[in-house]
């Protein structure tokens, strides 16, 4: 697992071509499926139609589905390694493959819900994530293990919004990577149109994101921003998506500001 460097400390992208501390094989095949399949690529090009085209918002579409989906796959990849213990498929008598296949969905379909609306998009996404997943699932999983897997990535999905529960380390994961992705890319389009709200003015602020273990605790999510507008970023957005998460006690924020040229109000925030 490494980022487009090289450099396997930056845990930025998933490659099904590394070696992993779980199982791979049915992920790797089910991914192959999914990004190439018209509907879902046609869903995540369609949902950002209303996020950033009529309402400024920050990227929903397909980038940011891949940076959601390769950071969960790295952060269930770094908790595996932690031994952190993975309920949602193991209750329901599902195979401990199936773990990183939920987390994989999840993070695919969590934002289709915005091609009816940006508000509550979580509980528009369950339907559409359902019709998607009828057909999918079955290519891979018999008649009683597509309910099982249907339940629990449709949990995920809905519990990346902050005002649902996570009842499984599954939807934990997605919660907290769909935060993960506050990079000044993502908030690229919106500001090149005059967007300057908090969102956007905190994302240009964030230069990168990575992923590593931690020495007290199984991940440290290491952020480098270049002024003080990302705290909004770290503080309102992953924070409170990491509160709830039930992943509280296994992941510790750092973020540094890496800018040497001017007055630095925020130096070093560890969470």
Same mark, same amino acid.
């Given at each position: ?6 450099? $396997? ?67 269930? $990849? ?6 952190? $213990? ?16 939920? *987390? ?31 057909? *999918? ?68 602020? *964030? ?27 770290? $503080? ?36």
């Amino acid at each position: 697992m490494s980022d487009s460097t090289g450099d $396997d400390t930056a845990r930025r992208v998933y490659s099904p071509d590394a070696d992993h501390d779980f199982p791979d094989a049915k992920l790797n095949q089910v991914l192959e499926f999914i990004t190439s399949d018209e509907e879902i690529q046609t869903y995540l090009e369609a949902q950002n139609i209303n996020a950033v085209d009529r309402m400024r918002y920050n990227d929903h579409g397909a980038k940011h589905i891949e940076i959601v989906r390769n950071r969960a796959l790295c952060l269930y $990849d770094l908790l595996k390694v932690g031994g952190v $213990d993975f309920n949602g498929a193991r209750q329901q008598d599902l195979e401990e493959a199936d773990e990183a296949v939920i *987390i994989a969905l999840a993070a695919t379909l969590h934002d289709v819900g915005h091609v009816v609306h940006r508000d509550q998009h979580a509980y528009y996404s369950i339907p559409l994530a359902a019709d998607i997943l009828d057909r *999918i699932l079955p290519e891979f999983y018999d008649v009683a293990e597509t309910v099982r897997m249907k339940g629990e990535v449709l949990h995920a999905i809905l519990c990346h919004h902050r005002s649902e529960t996570p009842l499984t380390t599954e939807a934990g994961v997605i919660r907290v990577a769909d935060a993960l992705d506050m990079e000044r890319g993502r908030s690229r389009i919106p500001y090149e149109h005059g967007g300057r709200g908090i969102n956007t003015l905190s994302s240009q602020a *964030i230069s990168s994101v990575s992923l590593q273990e931690g020495e007290d605790s199984p991940v440290m999510v290491e952020i480098a921003m270049t002024n003080a507008a990302g705290v909004y970023q770290v $503080d309102n957005l992953l924070k409170a998506k990491l509160e709830g998460s039930g992943l509280e006690q296994e992941i510790r924020i750092v973020a540094v500001n890496t800018n040497e040229n001017r007055d630095q109000l925020v130096e070093r925030i560890e969470l």
